[in-house]
């Protein structure tokens, strides 16, 4: 059995060390400012997992996990390992597998990647789990979200005095938020982590210690066909109502997040080579931001364009022609 290196293992407990230090300090800053430290915090695991593999990433989650469970609590540790070290080290390692083309059909000479799409599914379905487990921590319900319904009313009767809210209309708005914010959650750490691989994966090359070829990313980012599935089902369960219902609203804001990231992908790759493609994208993520129906034309977008697009490249005793993508 081979043994670590140490200087592998000493790599790894740097990284986990900085993204320790970067999570602490995002829970030191209650502002729209902490999100980035967060994710943020995925890219030290990241880097070292694609640079230097799975030894040094896992040395990297396990010294995170071990300086905030000592730091802060082990609660915190839990969290903080399921929200980014988790995913992070995961991603790195799915990134690094590879086989020979030959088992699926393709060349002898040539080496097949782990495809991107398979890497997106992953993590939507990473993140909807630890949603979902964190909800369990937190006691995520009605007790929670009720009391931030009531406190918005309160301030709009101060401002004007003559708003009367409708007991119906204040019941279902509390009932929409409840199943908003996990959807929300689940859909922004998906949107975030995915650009921290992405950062991680740019870097890695650049120093050109990355084991994965740099792929084109309009025309390989696609969500996996089964994937369809896995959001119907999620929407199905929001109708049911109560623990499913707030299961599904988690599974629609993770995978409707991975769907729109393919659909903004594939709008990408539609457009090349038009002479109004930057203004064209500009106005149609200045909408997204801004208006739901942009979004949602954005994610059928996603949902209509799945597919694999495989990484190939050369094994080290070939001589063979450079990267290409073969289509799923």
């Known amino acids: 059995m081979k043994r670590p290196n140490i200087k592998t293992l000493l790599i790894g407990a740097l990284a986990g060390l900085t993204a320790a230090l970067l999570v602490l300090g995002a829970s030191m800053q209650p502002s729209f400012f902490s999100a980035?430290?967060?994710t943020a915090s995925a890219l030290p695991i990241l880097i070292v997992g694609l640079g230097w593999g799975n030894t040094a990433a896992v040395s990297a989650v396990v010294s995170a996990a071990a300086l905030g469970a000592i730091l802060i609590s082990p609660s915190f540790a839990l969290i903080m390992t399921m929200v980014t070290l988790l995913p992070a080290g995961w991603l790195s390692h799915l990134a690094n597998l590879a086989r020979p083309a030959a088992e699926l059909g393709g060349p002898d000479h040539?080496?097949?990647?782990?495809?991107?799409?398979?890497?997106?599914l992953h993590l939507c379905?990473?993140?909807?789990?630890?949603?979902?487990?964190?909800?369990?921590?937190?006691?995520?319900?009605?007790?929670?979200?009720?009391?931030?319904?009531?406190?918005?009313?309160?301030?709009?009767?101060?401002?004007?005095?003559?708003?009367?809210?409708?007991?119906?209309?204040?019941?279902?708005?509390?009932?929409?938020?409840?199943?908003?914010?996990?959807?929300?959650?689940?859909?922004?750490?998906?949107?975030?982590?995915?650009?921290?691989?992405?950062?991680?994966?740019?870097?890695?090359?650049?120093?050109?210690?990355?084991?994965?070829?740099?792929?084109?990313?309009?025309?390989?980012?696609?969500?996996?066909?089964?994937?369809?599935?896995?959001?119907?089902a999620g929407l199905a369960a929001c109708f049911f109502g109560g623990v499913p219902a707030?299961?599904?609203?988690?599974?629609?804001?993770?995978?409707?997040?991975?769907?729109?990231?393919?659909?903004?992908?594939?709008?990408?790759?539609?457009?090349?080579?038009?002479?109004?493609?930057i203004p064209a994208l500009i106005l149609c993520y200045l909408a997204s931001m801004l208006m739901l129906l942009p979004a949602l034309l954005i994610l059928v977008l996603g949902l209509s364009d799945t597919r694999?697009?495989?990484?190939?490249?050369?094994?080290?005793?070939?001589?063979?022609?450079?990267?290409?993508d073969t289509k799923i």
């Open 125 to 232: 379905g990473l993140v909807t789990l630890a949603v979902i487990v964190i909800g369990v921590i937190i006691g995520y319900g009605p007790e929670i979200t009720d009391p931030i319904v009531d406190l918005l009313i309160t301030s709009l009767k101060q401002q004007q005095p003559e708003f009367m809210p409708d007991p119906a209309a204040t019941a279902q708005t509390k009932s929409l938020i409840l199943l908003m914010l996990p959807a929300l959650q689940g859909g922004m750490w998906v949107s975030m982590l995915f650009a921290a691989y992405y950062f991680a994966v740019r870097i890695v090359a650049a120093s050109g210690r990355g084991l994965r070829p740099r792929e084109d990313i309009p025309s390989s980012l696609r969500m996996n066909r089964n994937s369809i599935f896995t959001f119907l």
């Open 246 to 277: 707030l299961v599904g609203a988690t599974v629609i804001g993770s995978f409707g997040a991975g769907f729109l990231l393919s659909g903004f992908a594939s709008l990408h790759f539609r457009t090349r080579g038009k002479d109004w493609r």
């Open 308 to 324: 694999k697009a495989i990484a190939l490249t050369p094994t080290k005793d070939a001589d063979a022609p450079k990267q290409s």
């Open 36 to 38: 980035l430290l967060y």
């Open 110 to 120: 040539l080496l097949a990647w782990y495809p991107l799409s398979d890497i997106l």
